[in-house]
């Protein structure tokens, strides 16, 4: 008789198993059998240790496997034959009421997936990104290439402004007793960049080559030392030396330092221009695909699954603990981190990858060979050998499936935007790039 599945409440289901104890002791007893061929123990020959021995060594365990081997079976051939999709693990506990004698019950509470219903693509709004890439950004992304390789020269008599190099001796004390890292003797740093507190900054404007002040400086309270922050410390800086920056021409060596073999000017711009109109290209596509994406997750409305809220949220703790770790936090495994912090935000992911999985099963949108070959052969483009870079991809599966989810959004994403109201925003250079023009 086909077990009856209960609905709690939205996706929560609930089952009562039952396994006829005769069938558990029968598997028990034939398992037993199995492994008295080869059982040894204290006293016997290889396969002579007797039964009742086995019994007590090895049918406790062996009957806890058939259990759970036999209520999983009859799990699995309820939801089955009830045709539900099972969202997660099911949470199985013993039957203890109204249970038969000649069964072993339990009662199975269970998630499934919700009925993931499309929204129509022709009501959707969404905005493509577009970002033009001319000489003006060429320029600026050459004048950025050439601060990175600023070479710094004696301003003899000079005060020392924004820009400018600074080397210098300090010491700090707090209370009059110097602390650790306080100290320093031929120190350097470029003013402006913000590499120093503001009023050690403030304090180095200014003063020339043998030039020495003392001044007051209050740590902030989030300082990463927690020896010296929230206190004051006095501060004493001898400027040795201040160096004003010269950069680069953009000449033959320029450009050969730059990897351009030939030194080529010229082709040194073309390879930028290239290179620029990849990264837009990228970025303009992420833009979009955001924008897609919230408007799909924007008109979705059904249930999700809480186990795999759960198994997402879970997932972004450890991937934020292990950033920690690798930023050298000491705590990082023990640290405590809300999974409630991600929470709202793995809901939305999964009910997005439900839509999105619908909608590419509906409408066909899987990933087709030639469409991953051609992505990675993109891919490949921004390294020195792409025919490696391209075999790299091929010879492992796993990597080869994560090229293919990528070209599965994108072919969501052109899907979407082939149906849904488009409007195309322009977005500055600058923004687009977030100051890093030269990445």
């Known amino acids: 008789m086909q077990p009856v599945v209960e609905t709690l409440s939205g996706l929560e289901r609930r089952v009562e198993l039952s396994v006829p104890v005769a069938e558990v002791e029968k598997e028990v007893q034939a398992q037993l059998k199995a492994a008295q061929r080869n ?37 699995e051939k309820a939801v089955s034959g009830a045709e539900l999709r099972v969202a997660g ?31 129509e693509l022709d009501a959707l709004e969404v905005e493509r990104a577009k970002t033009a890439v001319g000489d003006a ?133 073309d390879d930028i221009r290239a290179n620029l109109e990849r990264e837009v290209e990228n970025r303009t596509l992420a833009r979009t695909k955001a924008s897609v994406m919230n408007a799909l997750a924007g008109a979705a409305q059904f249930d999700v699954p809480k186990a795999l809220v759960e198994n997402d949220t879970q997932g972004r703790v450890q991937a934020a603990r292990e950033e920690l770790r690798q930023r050298g936090v000491p705590n990082a495994d023990s640290m405590p981190i809300p999974a409630e912090a991600f929470a709202t935000e793995s809901e939305r992911r999964v009910r997005l990858g439900l839509l999105v999985s619908e909608l590419v099963r509906r409408d066909n949108l899987q990933a087709k060979p030639d469409q991953v070959r051609a992505k990675i052969e993109t891919f490949a483009k921004n390294y020195e050998q792409p025919t490696e870079v391209v075999r790299y991809y091929l010879s492992d599966r796993s990597r080869l499936a994560e090229v293919e989810a990528v070209v599965l959004e994108d072919n969501v994403v052109e899907h979407v935007l082939s149906k849904a109201k488009v409007t195309e925003q322009e977005v500055p250079f600058d923004e687009l790039m977030g100051n890093n023009a030269a990445n």
């Not at 400018?164 to 650790?180: H, P, R, S, Y």
């Not at 004051?232 to 033959?252: H, N, R, S, Y």
Request: charged share 30%; no cysteine; glycine share 8%.
């Open 137 to 269: 950004e060429i320029e600026r992304t050459l004048d950025i290439l050439r601060q990175q390789r600023t070479r710094f020269e004696p301003a003899e008599g000079r005060a020392a402004e924004d820009n400018d190099q600074v080397t210098l001796d300090f010491e700090g004390k707090i209370d009059d007793v110097a602390f650790e890292g306080g100290t320093a003797e031929d120190f350097s740093f470029v003013l402006g960049q913000g590499r120093m507190l503001p009023e050690f900054e403030e304090a180095a404007r200014g003063l020339k080559a043998g030039e020495t002040k003392t001044f007051p400086l209050v740590f902030p309270e989030d300082y990463g030392s927690p020896t010296v922050a929230g206190k004051t410390a006095q501060f004493t800086i001898t400027v040795k030396q201040v160096a004003q920056g010269v950069l680069p021409e953009v000449d033959t060596e320029f450009a050969k330092s730059l990897g351009q073999a030939e030194g080529d000017v010229q082709k040194l711009r």
């Open 39 to 75: 059982a040894k123990a204290p006293g016997f020959r290889p396969g002579k240790v007797p039964m009742s021995m086995l019994e007590r060594t090895h049918a406790p365990g062996i009957r806890m496997d058939v259990i759970n081997s036999k209520v999983g079976d009859a799990f």
């Open 89 to 119: 693990m099911p949470r199985i506990e013993p039957k203890t009421e109204d249970a038969p004698e000649d069964a072993i019950a339990f009662v199975a509470t269970f998630e499934v997936y919700p009925e993931v219903t499309l929204p």
